[in-house]
């Protein structure tokens, strides 16, 4: 079993649509999440962090984290063409400060 | 401000050759990392440097090396380069605290022949 696991996709949406991504983590110490967003051809850059049980909300983005569940979302409202990339989830590893990434997961947003 | 930069860009290998991939950032930072990244597998990380004078290990050390020179700059070694190695490589800084995020460079494409 993967540490960090979200679905590859694709998940296509209509435009104006919202966009919602799950992903799932095992290691219960991990207090710190991240989902990055990455064009084709280019590096991951961050949309949101979140550390807390509840929403986060950022724009048309919301981070939610369930830490009984162990599982952190992305929603995505009003879903533009240029939100189109893959997004990587990303757990914080508290042994050894370091980050460890789901295997992403691909939207489409079709006009 | 340029941020975390690599270079180079693009690189191609024969089987056996080696090379150091350059990692460079200007943000301070205390913390960086070297991941791959091969289709549908996400980021791994290869090593990580927590502070200056420090290398670790991460997921897929092997067949690779690392030397953090400075603050700013850690490099990643293939000795002897195979085609499994084949890969994008990102590299990234943070400053090191659990909340602290993680910024990427523009990445290295390299192919292995």
């Known amino acids: 079993q993967k540490e960090v696991e979200q679905n590859s996709g694709p998940l296509s949406v209509p435009e104006g649509a919202i966009a919602s991504l799950n992903c799932t983590y095992s290691?219960?110490?991990?207090?710190?999440f991240f989902w990055y967003r990455q064009y084709s051809g280019k590096s991951p850059e961050l949309i949101m962090s979140?550390?807390?049980?509840g929403d986060k909300e950022d724009g048309r983005f919301t981070a939610q984290l369930n830490k009984a569940s162990q599982y952190v979302s992305l929603l995505i409202r009003d879903s533009q063409p240029s939100d189109s990339a893959t997004y990587l989830c990303?757990?914080?590893?508290?042994?050894?400060?370091?980050?460890?990434f789901g295997g992403g997961t691909r939207v489409l947003v079709k006009p | 401000n340029a941020g975390v930069t690599q270079t180079p860009k693009f690189q191609v290998l024969k089987t056996g050759q080696s090379m150091t991939l350059q990692c460079a950032q200007d943000m301070n930072h205390n913390s960086m990392y070297w991941y791959r990244q091969d289709p549908g597998m996400g980021l791994r990380l290869i090593y990580y440097s927590a502070s200056e004078g420090t290398t670790d290990k991460g997921e897929v050390p092997n067949g690779y090396n690392v030397s953090r020179l400075n603050k700013r700059e850690f490099s990643l070694r293939l000795e002897s380069a195979a085609p499994s190695q084949t890969s994008v490589y990102f590299c990234a800084s943070s400053g090191g605290g659990p909340t602290d995020t993680q910024y990427f460079g523009p990445g290295t494409r390299l192919t292995v022949l």
């Open positions: 979140i550390y807390s049980n």
């Open positions: 990303a757990a914080h590893k508290a042994a050894g400060n370091k980050l460890t």
């Open positions: 290691d219960r110490g991990s207090q710190s």
